[in-house]
C-alpha cells in the first residue's frame, strides 16, 4: 500500500528564513509526485508534479526536488504570504487517485 | 475557466437526518474524485467516477454513504442517515483522462457539521 509521510508537522520560520518541508513515499511504481497549497478555508491548490528522480520545479519562492524515495519543497526567503498547509500526495500504479500525506503546516512571521 | 464548483459550502445537519452534497467538475474533464479531509486522517478518496461510471468505491466508509454522477457535469455524495462522526469537509475534485499521474483540481469543499 502506498504511504506518503510528512515532516515537520508544523513549521514557524521568520520572514526570509529559507527552509525546506519533507515528504517521504513508499509506492508501487511512482507515476507522478504532487505538491499542493491548502489556505485555510480552501481546497488544495495544485503547485507541482514531479515524475522521476532527479527532476526539479520551480515557481516564485518554491522549488521541488524529488528523488526515490523522497521529494522536498524548498522556501527561499518566505514572505507571510507563504503561510499555508503544503500538501504532498502521489500517484502510483496501484491506482487511480492521490494519496495524501497529512501536511504540513507552514507559519511565516513578519 | 470555472473550477470545481461545490454546494453548499457549509452545513449542520442534526444526526439522522439525510445530507447530500453537490459538485460540477471542471468542464471537459472525465475523472471525477469525491474526498474527505478530516484533522486525524488527513485527506482520504472516497469514490472516483471515470467518464461518468463509479470505478473504486472502495474508500466508502459505511453504506451510508453514496454517489451518483448522472452526467459529465454534476456529481452528488449523498450521506443517509448522517452522524456526528461524518463531520469533515467533503472535496469534490476532477481531473482529465484515467487520473494516475494526472493533475487533480479540487472544489473549495462542503464543510458538514453534524450535531
Known amino acids: 500500500e502506498d504511504q506518503v509521510t510528512q515532516s515537520p508537522e508544523a513549521l514557524r520560520l521568520q520572514e526570509g528564513e529559507s527552509s525546506s518541508l519533507n515528504c517521504s513515499y513508499t509506492v508501487s511504481g511512482l507515476r507522478g509526485l504532487f505538491w499542493y497549497r491548502q489556505d485555510p478555508g480552501k481546497g488544495p491548490e495544485f503547485l507541482f508534479t514531479?515524475?522521476?528522480a532527479g527532476e526539479e520545479k520551480e515557481k516564485e519562492r518554491l522549488k521541488a526536488t524529488l528523488t526515490k524515495k523522497e521529494s522536498f519543497l524548498h522556501i527561499t526567503a518566505p514572505k507571510p504570504e507563504d503561510s499555508a498547509t503544503y500538501l504532498c500526495?502521489?500517484?502510483?500504479?496501484?491506482?487511480?487517485?492521490?494519496?495524501f500525506g497529512k501536511g504540513t503546516s507552514l507559519l511565516v512571521t513578519p | 475557466d470555472a473550477g470545481v464548483i461545490q454546494s453548499p459550502r457549509h452545513e449542520v445537519t442534526e444526526m439522522g437526518q439525510e445530507v447530500t452534497l453537490r459538485c460540477k467538475p471542471i468542464s471537459g474533464h472525465n475523472s471525477l474524485f469525491w474526498y474527505r479531509q478530516t484533522m486525524m486522517r488527513g485527506l482520504e478518496l472516497l469514490i472516483y467516477f471515470n467518464n461518468n461510471v463509479p470505478i473504486d468505491d472502495s474508500g466508502m466508509p459505511e453504506d451510508r454513504f453514496s454517489a451518483k454522477m448522472p452526467n459529465a457535469s454534476f456529481s452528488t455524495l449523498k450521506i443517509q442517515p448522517s452522524e456526528p462522526r461524518d463531520s469533515a469537509v467533503y472535496f469534490c475534485?476532477?481531473?482529465?483522462?484515467?487520473?494516475?499521474?494526472?493533475?487533480?483540481?479540487f472544489g473549495e469543499g462542503s464543510w458538514l457539521t453534524v450535531v
Open positions: 500526495a502521489v500517484s502510483s500504479n496501484s491506482g487511480y487517485a492521490l494519496n
Open positions: 514531479l515524475y522521476s
Open positions: 475534485a476532477s481531473s482529465i483522462g484515467t487520473g494516475g499521474g494526472n493533475t487533480i483540481y
